[in-house]
């Protein structure tokens, strides 16, 4: 079935450091791939829809030069959070849509900790 | 816009007991639908989905949901629950208008299954 790996599972940065976080389709060919934000205990918040080789949608209240993401190709789309604080520590989620769109498939998520 | 309501924030079951979570959906058009399991420290996973045809859906470990179109609503169900069920469970629904492919998640339902 389809596959989505995403990188790192873990990391922890500075304040005001930038982290970037990979996600990559690894069987199919991600045609629109969704990266959310999970709290502690709350549900999952979508902050973009990216689409390969255009620019971002961002949701309302999500900072896009805050939170950068680049689809270059059809397997990988990355999300950098730039000048990372302690409030942007979470959990990030990232999931795709092949063509045929079967339905989405999720990667195993990003715990970020900034300190 | 889409949403999803779950009412139920945290269910605590002792073993064998009939589950059924609650979810509503509000959308003006034709739905799909799905529900998606986390178990504690680990990413999410499809249980099931909806997208056309039976609105009685059956998916993995014992899981089955109902569509009622009628009242905006599909329901996860599972006769006999266990110990390994305890889990973050979550509604999703993506309208099926040409282009979108906005997956919204509820709030999120804790079950606690109790030995």
Known sequence: ?115 | AQSVSQHNHHVILSEAASLELGCNYSYGGTVNLFWYVQYPGQHLQLLLKYFSGDPLVKGIKGFEAEFIKSKFSFNLRKPSVQWSDTAEYFCAVNGRDFGNEKLTFGTGTRLTIIP
């Open chain 1, 1 to 115: 079935g389809a596959v989505v790996s995403q990188h790192p599972s873990r990391v922890i940065c500075k304040s005001g450091t930038s982290v970037k976080i990979e996600c990559r389709s690894l069987d199919f060919q991600a045609t629109t791939m969704f990266w959310y934000r999970q709290f502690p205990k709350k549900s999952l918040m979508l902050m973009a829809t990216s689409n390969e080789g255009s620019k971002a949608t961002y949701e309302q209240g999500v900072e896009k030069d805050k939170f950068l993401i680049n689809h270059a190709s059809l397997t990988l789309s990355t999300l950098t959070v730039t000048s990372a604080h302690p409030e942007d520590s979470s959990f990030y989620i990232c999931s795709a849509v092949g063509q045929g769109w079967h339905g989405y498939t999720f990667g195993s998520g990003t715990r970020l900790t900034v300190v």
